[in-house]
C-alpha cells in the first residue's frame, strides 16, 4: 500500500454508505479508510516554533457538546457539524480525556495492542467522540487566523462551520490550520470527531492508559498579514572566551523576513538572520538557569521568548554542556493526572517540577513523547536538561519478531517524518532540551535513519537519541535500558562487548552512554541506585540515567464502603490489560513521594558531606557541574537519646565546583559528645546543607544534603539470667512472661498478651519479587521460587521445652523446634532460649537449615531471618532508635537517617497500590510500641522493625488497599537480616551482597513491658 499525500486523501462523512462497482454497499467505508490510512494529517499547516505572541487569541478550553459512538460506521452524519441536530449530545470539558467523565473506560497495556495487529486496519469497535463548540470571534480575527489543536488522541477530524479543515495524526503533537475565508466575525462552530483508534495507533504503543479526547488545549490565534510564522534562536556559548554567539531565524510562509531582535538586558539591537558574537554572557545550566528576555519584531506582529546561550558537545566520549562534562540525574516523566487522564493543570506540573528540585533531580526524559508546550517553559525557567522524545513507540510488534514494524516499513516513512518534524519545530527555542530522541522502543530501521536525518539536518547542534539499536549507527550517544551494574562498569571502562562492524564497533565507543531507563521504581524499591551512582562518578563516559519512572499512572475510583483509592489495569475489564505495571513511579498519582524519592535525593545529591569520626568536622565536595556553594547554609546539631543538645552553623567559604573541602565545627560538638556517652545512650551528629535564600523552587532552609556520625554503645546490654522458672499448672513463668507449656510460646509478656510467636522466613511479595531478573538463572520468579520451595507455608513442629541452668545463674527456658513445609524433606532447626533477670526478658534465637534447600535444581534464597510477633491488642504509637522516618531495606533507605523517631501505626506502612512487603524500618536498637495502656519494648543488635495491623495472609491475599481489614491484633517483625528488593519487576535482580542464602544464624533480642507513653 502506497502511502498518500494529504491532497490525495478524499473525504466523505462519517457514516457514507458507498456503492462499488460490484454493486455491493459498506457502510462508512470511507471512513473506515481514512482511519487506516498511514498518511500524516491533511489539511494542516506546516509545524513551527510555540511562539508567545501580541496577535490576539482565544481559548476555545471550555465546556463543549459531546456524543459517543461505538464506531466509525454507527457514527452519525446529521448536520452536527454546523451545530444542529444535536441530539443525545452532552456537555464535556475540553481538554478532557473522555473515558474519565463517564463516557467507556480507560484501558492499559504496557507492550501488546489492545486490538488485533493488522496495520493499517483499526478494530470494529472503535469508540468515535464528536464534540461541537459554538464560539464568538471580534474584528480582530479576521481576515487570517488558524485553529491550533496541541493534542487529540488518536485521530481527530475537523471542522469550521460546516467546512472540513482536515485531519490530526500524532496524539501529542501540535496541528493547525488556516481558517481565512471560514471563520466569520460572530458566531462560529467548531466540530471535531475524535476516533480513538487509528493507524496511527500502531506508532503510538506507549507504556500508558489507551486514554481518547481532546485532551490538550484549543486555540484561536490572528494571523497578521505582515507577521511571524516561524522563529528558530540559535544562542551558543564558547565556554572558552566566556562569548555568546546569537542568531535568530524569521520566517513567514517558509521564507525568511526583515525582523528586528532585541535583548534590552544586553543592550543588544540586529536584523534578523545576523549573527554576533556577545560578550560577558551568563550561560544556561540547569544549576544556573540563566534566561535572557528577547523581542522579535516585524512589521505586524512581535514575538516573546526567554534566550539561553549553551552548547552541546561529546567530546572524549563524554556528554558535555558548555565546555564541562555533566551527569543527568534524571527521570522520566509521563503526563498523567488520577481524576483527569491525560490532562494535567499547569498548577499540577509547577508544583511536580519544583518537587523534583526539591529532590536534586537536574533532568527528565519526556516518555514517550513531547509534553505540553508550557511543560518546557517551565523546565528552562527552573533548571532541567530535557531528553525530548518524538510520539513514537512501535513496542507491540516486537512479540512477532518485529514483523511489519512500521519503523522498517516504507509506506511509513511520511507519516515518520512527519511526527519528528513536529516534535523538533515546535520545541527547538527550548534551552533545556539538550537531545532529540526519535521514540521509543520501536526496533530498528529505515525511517527511524531518516528521521535522524532530517533532525540533525535542521537541527546540528543537539545529539540524536534512540535506545532501540544497541549498535547506534544513527544516533550521538550509546544509550541502554536497564543494563546491571556490572554491565555499565564495563561500559564506563570502554572494555564491553566489541560489535562485529569494526567501524560502527569504534564508533560507539566514541560516544557517551546514558541509561535512559534504570532503577525500575514499581512497589517496595528501587534497590541498587547507588552502586549506579558510584559508577556514574567514577567513568566520564557514563552520563547517568533516567530512573522508570517518575509517577504512577494510578486511576482514582470509589473504594467499597467510602473512600478512594488507586485502580490499575484489569481494573476496568480489559479484554487484556498488564495489571498494575502501569503503577511504578518514585511519587503516587498525587505526586506524594514514595520512599524510593527520598532514597533517590540522597543518592544523587550534589552536594557530599562526610561527617568526620570524631566529630571534629566534615568533609564537603560540591559535585554541581557549574554552581559554587554560596546559595548554601551549613547547619550542624547534636542529638543525645531523643533530645538536641547542640545546634548551629558553620561559615562555609564558596567552594568552586568539583572541589572539596575539609571544614572544622566548634570544639565543643565533639565535647558535647564526650560528655552524654557516659550516659550510656546513643548521640548523633548532622550537618545539612541548606538553601541560604529562597529560590524558585524552594523557601530559604530547604535541605539539600546531609552526612551524619553516630557514636554508641558497641553492643546490646544482655540482662544477666537470674530469674527462675514459676511451673504452674498449665503454664510456665519467667521474669515479665507467661509460657504455654504445650507449645513454649509466650502467652503474655510485661501483662501484653502474645497470640503467637516465632521464626519466619518468608514476607508478602514485591512488585520485584513477582518478576524474573534479567540475566537470572532461574526462569521463575523469585516468588514463584518461594511458593514452590513452600517458604510461604512453613508449620512448625515441637521438638522439646527444657528449663536448664544458664552459666551465669539463674535458669534458662529452651524451646527446640523444626520448621517444613508439606511435601519438603528440607527443614529449619530453630532453638529458642530464653532468661531473664526478673525485670527483662532475653531470647536467643539460633537457625540451622536442615537438608537440601534447594527446589527444582536452584538454590532457593530466603526473604528474612527474623521473629514474627503477634499481640493480641492493637498497636496505636511506634517509637523506635535508627533508621527513619521512612522504610529502608539492605539495598535501599539511603535517605533514611539515624534518629530517634515516633510514628501512628498507620504512617510505619507504605500504601503501594498493589499490596506488598514494605515498612520496614533498618539498623533498630530500640523500640517501644504503646499496646492499650502498656508499652513493648524491644532491644538488641541491630534489627529490622515492621509493625503492622493485619496479617501476612491478608496482605499476601489482598490485590487493592481497600482490602485490608484491620483484626484487632499487631503483627511485629523483628528481623536480624532481610534480602534486599532489587529491580527484578523490569531489570537486573538484587545485587550479590543484599542476597539471603540459606545459613545458620544467632541472634539476640530483649524483650521489656511497661505502663504509659514511649519516652524517645
Not at 456503492?19 to 462508512?28: D, P, Y
Not at 517553559?377 to 513514537?392: K, N, R, S, T
Amino acid at each position: 500500500m502506497s502511502v498518500q499525500t494529504p491532497s490525495a486523501v478524499p473525504h466523505v462523512a462519517a457514516a457514507a454508505i458507498s456503492t462499488r462497482a460490484s454493486g455491493s454497499l459498506e457502510i462508512g467505508a470511507e471512513g473506515v479508510r481514512e482511519l487506516s490510512s498511514l498518511a500524516p494529517g491533511r489539511g494542516t499547516l506546516p509545524a513551527r516554533a510555540y511562539l508567545s505572541s501580541n496577535a490576539p487569541k482565544l481559548s476555545l478550553n471550555g465546556e463543549w457538546q459531546f456524543r459517543l459512538s461505538p464506531g466509525i460506521r454507527r457514527a452519525p452524519a446529521d448536520g452536527w457539524q454546523e451545530g444542529e441536530a444535536l441530539e443525545g449530545f452532552s456537555s464535556l470539558p475540553v481538554p478532557s480525556s473522555w473515558s474519565m467523565h463517564g463516557h467507556g473506560s480507560p484501558a492499559y497495556t504496557n507492550v501488546q495492542f489492545p486490538f488485533a495487529v493488522e496495520p493499517p486496519h483499526v478494530p470494529e469497535v472503535n469508540p468515535i467522540g464528536d464534540h461541537v463548540l459554538t464560539f464568538e470571534a471580534g474584528p480582530e480575527f479576521l481576515p487570517d487566523a488558524l485553529l491550533r489543536f496541541d493534542g487529540i488522541e488518536s485521530a481527530g477530524t475537523v471542522w469550521l462551520n460546516g467546512v472540513e479543515l482536515g485531519t490530526t495524526r500524532g496524539s501529542r503533537l501540535a496541528h493547525e490550520f488556516d481558517v481565512s475565508g471560514i471563520l466569520v466575525e460572530g458566531t462560529n462552530t467548531v466540530a471535531v470527531r475524535v476516533a480513538q483508534f487509528s493507524a496511527a495507533s500502531y506508532v503510538e504503543d506507549q507504556d500508558m492508559w489507551w486514554l481518547p479526547g481532546i485532551f490538550r488545549d484549543v486555540t484561536l490565534q490572528a494571523r497578521p498579514a505582515d507577521g511571524i510564522d516561524d522563529v528558530f534562536v540559535h544562542a551558543g556559548y564558547d565556554h572558552l572566551s566566556g562569548e555568546g554567539v546569537l542568531r535568530v531565524e524569521v520566517s513567514r510562509g517558509g521564507q525568511a523576513i526583515d525582523a528586528v531582535v532585541r535583548v534590552p538586558e544586553l543592550d543588544l539591537e540586529l536584523e534578523a538572520g545576523t549573527e554576533v558574537r556577545v560578550p560577558g554572557v551568563e550561560p544556561w545550566s540547569a544549576e544556573v538557569p540563566r534566561l535572557y528576555h528577547a523581542t522579535i519584531t516585524a512589521t505586524g506582529e512581535t514575538v516573546s521568548l526567554q534566550l539561553g546561550f549553551r552548547s552541546i558537545t561529546i567530546e572524549d566520549a563524554q556528554f558535555k554542556v558548555n565546555g564541562r562534562r555533566i551527569l543527568l540525574r534524571g527521570v522520566n516523566r509521563h503526563e498523567h493526572h488520577p481524576r483527569l487522564g491525560r490532562v494535567v493543570p499547569r498548577d499540577v506540573v509547577e508544583a511536580e517540577l519544583r518537587l523534583m528540585k526539591q529532590h536534586n533531580i537536574n533532568a527528565i526524559r519526556t516518555s514517550h513523547y513531547p509534553p505540553h508546550p508550557e511543560f518546557l517553559a517551565l523546565a528552562d525557567q527552573l533548571g532541567f536538561y530535557v531528553v525530548l522524545e518524538c510520539d513514537l513507540e512501535t513496542h507491540g510488534f516486537e512479540s512477532a519478531g518485529w514483523a511489519q514494524n512500521p519503523s522498517d516499513d516504507p509506506q511509513w516513512e511520511a507519516a515518520l517524518l512527519d511526527r519528528i518534524c513536529r516534535t523538533v519545530e515546535r520545541d527547538k527555542n527550548h534551552p533545556c532540551v539538550v537531545m532529540w530522541s526519535l521514540g521509543n522502543e520501536a526496533g530498528t530501521g529505515r525511517n527511524l535513519a531518516a528521521m535522524s536525518r532530517w533532525t540533525k539536518d535542521r537541527d546540528p547542534s543537539r545529539p540524536i537519541h534512540y535506545e532501540g539499536d544497541w549498535s547506534s549507527p544513527y544516533v550521538d550517544v550509546y544509550s541502554r535500558m536497564y543494563a546491571s551494574q556490572a554491565e555499565t562498569a564495563l561500559i564506563g571502562q570502554g572494555i564491553e562487548p566489541p560489535l562485529e562492524d569494526p567501524a560502527l564497533d569504534a564508533r560507539r565507543r566514541a560516544m557517551p552512554f546514558v541509561l535512559c531507563e534504570y532503577v525500575h521504581a514499581m512497589g517496595n524499591g528501587p534497590g541498587g541506585m547507588s552502586e549506579y551512582q558510584e559508577l556514574f562518578d567514577r567513568y566520564p563516559r557514563l552520563m547517568g540515567g533516567f530512573v522508570w519512572e517518575w509517577l504512577e499512572h494510578g486511576i482514582t475510583v470509589p473504594s467499597p464502603g467510602g473512600g478512594e483509592h488507586f485502580a490499575y489495569g484489569g481494573d476496568f475489564g480489559e479484554e487484556v490489560h498488564d495489571g498494575n505495571f502501569v503503577t511504578d513511579g518514585l511519587v503516587d498519582a498525587n505526586r506524594n513521594p514514595r520512599p524510593g524519592l527520598l532514597d533517590f535525593k540522597k543518592v544523587i545529591e550534589p552536594l557530599r558531606i562526610e561527617v568526620a569520626a570524631d566529630w571534629s568536622g566534615f568533609r564537603l565536595r560540591n559535585g554541581h557541574d557549574f554552581a559554587d556553594t554560596s546559595a548554601y547554609s551549613f547547619r550542624y546539631s547534636v542529638e543525645y537519646d531523643g533530645a538536641t543538645l547542640d545546634v548551629g552553623t558553620v561559615d562555609v567559604a564558596p567552594l568552586a565546583p568539583q572541589s572539596e573541602v575539609v571544614v572544622s565545627l566548634p570544639d565543643a560538638v565533639a565535647g558535647t559528645a564526650a560528655a552524654a556517652l557516659p550516659g550510656g545512650g546513643p548521640a548523633v551528629l548532622t550537618v545539612s546543607a541548606v538553601l541560604a535564600a529562597d529560590s524558585a523552587w524552594a523557601a530559604a532552609g530547604h535541605e539539600i544534603a546531609w552526612g551524619q556520625a553516630v557514636r554508641e554503645p558497641s553492643a546490646v546490654v544482655i540482662p544477666h539470667p537470674s530469674g527462675r522458672i514459676d511451673v504452674l499448672e498449665d503454664e510456665l513463668g519467667l521474669g515479665p512472661a507467661v509460657f504455654s507449656r504445650i507449645t513454649g510460646i509466650p502467652t503474655s509478656i510485661g501483662g501484653i498478651p502474645v497470640k503467637q510467636m516465632g521464626l519466619v522466613l518468608w514476607w508478602v511479595p514485591t512488585d520485584n519479587d513477582l518478576g524474573r531478573e534479567w540475566g537470572g538463572s532461574d526462569e521463575r520468579p523469585l516468588a514463584r521460587q518461594w511458593k514452590d520451595a513452600g517458604l510461604d507455608r512453613l508449620h512448625t513442629r515441637l521438638l522439646g521445652i527444657s528449663a536448664e541452668a544458664a552459666a551465669d545463674g539463674g535458669e534458662q527456658l529452651i524451646v527446640r523446634t523444626r520448621m517444613s513445609a508439606a511435601d519438603k524433606q528440607f527443614g529449619v532447626l530453630v532453638d529458642y532460649t530464653w532468661t531473664s533477670d526478673g525485670d527483662a526478658l532475653a531470647l536467643r534465637t539460633k537457625v540451622r537449615p536442615q537438608g537440601a534447600w534447594v527446589n527444582a535444581g536452584f538454590d532457593v534464597e530466603w526473604a528474612r531471618i527474623g521473629l514474627e510477633v503477634v499481640l493480641a491488642a492493637e498497636t496505636t504509637t511506634v517509637s523506635w532508635f535508627g533508621q527513619g522516618p521512612h522504610q529502608s531495606y539492605p539495598d535501599t533507605g539511603q535517605g533514611a537517617r539515624t534518629g530517634w523517631f515516633s510514628l501512628p501505626l498507620p504512617d510505619m506502612d507504605v500504601d503501594y497500590v498493589r499490596p506488598q512487603e514494605a515498612g520496614a524500618r533498618a539498623r533498630v536498637r530500640s523500640a517501644s510500641l504503646v499496646v492499650g495502656g502498656n508499652m513493648l519494648e524491644v532491644s538488641g543488635e541491630p534489627f529490622a522493625l515492621t509493625v503492622r495491623p493485619y496479617s501476612l495472609g491478608v496482605l499476601d491475599a489482598a490485590t487493592h488497599r481497600p482490602e485490608f481489614r484491620p483484626d484487632g491484633r499487631s503483627y511485629v517483625y523483628l528481623d536480624h537480616v532481610m534480602r534486599g528488593v532489587g529491580t527484578a519487576a523490569c531489570g537486573p535482580g538484587v545485587l550479590e551482597p543484599y542476597r539471603l542464602t540459606p545459613r545458620e544464624a544467632d541472634f539476640t533480642l530483649v524483650f521489656g513491658a511497661k505502663s504509659g507513653a514511649p519516652t524517645m
